[in-house]
């Protein structure tokens, strides 16, 4: 069973920072794109940013330059480094990931359960 899950969330101070980790698991042969999205309250969910295998980024349209999305093809864990953190940027966090699950080409796309993310004083 193919599962991606989060961590690093939790309350941080306006200015801080926090890196998030999103691990893939289980049965799969391959991943292509892996990113993060978020959610805040009353909001719709957005893209936050997105990686592909060869290393390549691509950012959300709200996203600032606060924001570095990262990854590691050896541990199939995607990362998400986020800095001068906001009230703004209150929300859970959701890691997504497109797996191939067998060499002949099956895919599917995972989210992970989400890891919330608040920033307060």
């Known amino acids: 069973q193919v599962q991606l899950v989060e961590s690093g969330g939790g309350l941080v101070q306006p200015g801080g920072s926090l890196r998030l980790s999103c691990a893939a698991s289980g049965t799969f042969f391959s991943i292509s794109t892996m990113g993060w999205y978020r959610q805040a309250p009353g909001k719709q969910r957005e893209l936050v940013a997105n990686?592909?295998?060869?290393?390549?980024?691509n950012y959300g349209d709200s996203v600032e330059g606060r924001f570095t999305i990262s990854r590691d093809n050896a541990k199939n864990t995607v990362y998400l480094q986020i800095n001068s953190l906001k009230p703004e940027d209150t929300a859970v966090y959701y890691c997504?990931?497109?797996?191939?699950?067998?060499?002949?080409?099956?895919?599917?796309?995972?989210w992970g359960q989400g890891t919330q993310v608040t920033v307060s004083s």
């Open positions: 990686i592909e295998s060869s290393l390549s980024t």
């Open positions: 997504a990931g497109q797996l191939q699950l067998t060499r002949w080409g099956l895919w599917r796309n995972y």
